[in-house]
């Protein structure tokens, strides 16, 4: 169906740091069969996407594993688990007994329904083989190479901690909000000393930080985290407003304040991960 690969992976093939990167929503590739069953013109979509996120993740790269989604969200959100789909757009959809998300029930399924203030996106259902196919060809390959590259530094380092980069849009005034949020789970998928220490980076760079609230992580936590096999896994939400311009658009003049942020964050947590892995060994 699409030709171009969903996904780019950086770094060598063994793994140089426990740290793993992930930045899951910030592709800007849109396939052909995706615009044509458009119901809005594509900008509206921009907020679905987690807008150059992937400048801060490539910017503070220097040699971790680091995967970058290159499929729009729209196509499929690598964020969600692949049973949330929704029966209101995808005929393979079936009406479970089981409780849906908030995110399902809002149209923010594993294939997104609506985007922001522009409602409902797509002209038409689609099929159960359009969606299949977009799990296997995108959705699955994505988190078996993070699985893959978590398990390698698991294997060489005796830990590993998957960064979960991700943006969002403002929370408030910035000088009464907090402008990044962690996200592990309410403890489930990182122990607090490492949010501690991502903590500790935002405070030093003079950015307000919360954890859990409103964001507390999502699919991607859930299936990688396992703490108890020393797999750890936290969500990094920054605030648009922080590294884009005043449109929220492009990059802006705060992008190197975020880069150097998140190097500190990846440094930081590798320092605290790592003692700890080889003193149990």
């Known amino acids: 169906m699409t030709a171009s690969p969903s996904f780019v992976r950086h770094g060598p093939g063994e793994p140089v740091s426990p740290v793993v990167l992930s930045v899951p929503h910030a592709g800007r590739d849109y396939p052909l069969p995706l615009r044509a069953a458009l119901r809005v013109p594509l900008t509206a979509l921009r907020p679905l996407e987690d807008r150059h996120a992937d400048a801060i993740a490539l910017g503070a790269h220097e040699g971790e594993t680091l995967f970058i989604a290159t499929r729009a969200r729209a196509w499929i959100d690598l964020n969600r688990s692949e049973k949330e789909r929704d029966p209101k757009l995808d005929d393979g959809a079936t009406m479970s007994a089981q409780p849906q998300s908030a995110k399902l029930r809002s149209g923010l399924g594993l294939v997104p329904r609506r985007a922001g203030a522009s409602g409902e996106i797509w002209r038409r259902r689609l099929s159960d083989e359009e969606v299949i196919e977009r799990i296997e060809t995108d959705h699955r390959p994505y ?122 964050m990846i440094d930081s947590v590798a320092d605290e991960a790592l003692p700890r892995a080889m003193a149990a060994e």
Do not use: T, W
């Not at 220490?197 to 859930?222: D, T, W």
């Not at 990059?251 to 880069?259: D, E, Q, R, T, Y």
């Open 143 to 264: 988190h078996e190479a993070v699985g893959a590259a978590l398990a390698a530094a698991r294997a060489r380092f005796g830990v590993a901690v998957l960064l979960d980069i991700h943006s969002m849009p403002p929370l408030g005034p910035p000088a009464r909000s907090p402008r990044v949020v962690l996200g592990d789970r309410f403890g489930r998928s990182a122990p607090a000393r490492l949010v501690g220490r991502l903590e500790g980076v935002a405070r030093a760079h003079g950015v307000a930080c919360a954890a859990n609230a409103p964001y507390s992580g999502g699919h991607i936590l859930e299936r990688h985290a396992d703490p108890r096999r020393g797999i750890h896994a936290i969500q990094i939400e920054f605030d648009r407003s922080l590294y884009l311009d005043a449109q929220l658009d492009q990059p802006g003049p705060g992008l190197a304040l975020a880069i150097r942020m998140l190097r500190s």
